[in-house]
């Protein structure tokens, strides 16, 4: 797993993991595409995209093992944007980060990374053999 630290001058908290995943992202009640995340950490993620939300839009990411997560946009680029997690997500439940899983501590840390690398490992099964579904 490669992480990222922030810089002094940045004003991230928590580490990220490099991706590069495709996700579906929710604009509104009715309106989802699909974008490329390129890192998540506990707190938010980076993500380029064809069509871009608004600066401080609110919008939902599908994160593969714990499902759907809101967000506030916080920066805008030509191709990407960056947003943060309303409510600060585990990354150990994360399928994208399952291979990699941030560290645990405290007498239960094993039970806890294999029951969220089982339930990552079958959220990553459903949603494979559901790609070719559409949304209704």
């Known amino acids: 797993m490669r992480t990222i630290r922030a810089f002094r001058h940045d004003r991230r908290q928590s580490p990220r993991t490099e991706l590069s995943r495709s996700a579906r992202l929710r604009l509104n009640e009715w309106s989802r595409l699909t974008i490329e995340v390129a890192n998540i950490s506990r707190d938010g993620f980076n993500a380029q995209a064809d ?6 839009a609110y919008v939902t990411l599908e994160v593969p093992g714990i499902g759907w997560v809101e967000a506030r946009v ?4 030509s191709d ?4 943060k997690f309303l409510r600060p997500i585990d990354l150990n439940l994360c399928a994208w980060t399952v291979d990699n899983p941030v560290e645990i501590d405290g007498p239960a840390a094993d ?3 294999q029951v969220a ?13 559901s790609i070719g579904e559409t949304d209704q």
């Open 80 to 83: 990407g944007f960056g947003a």
């Open 111 to 113: 039970e806890i990374a």
């Open 117 to 129: 690398r089982l339930l990552a490992s079958r959220v990553a099964e459903t949603t494979a053999s």
């Open 74 to 77: 916080m920066w805008l680029s």
């Open 51 to 56: 069509i871009l939300p608004k600066s401080d």
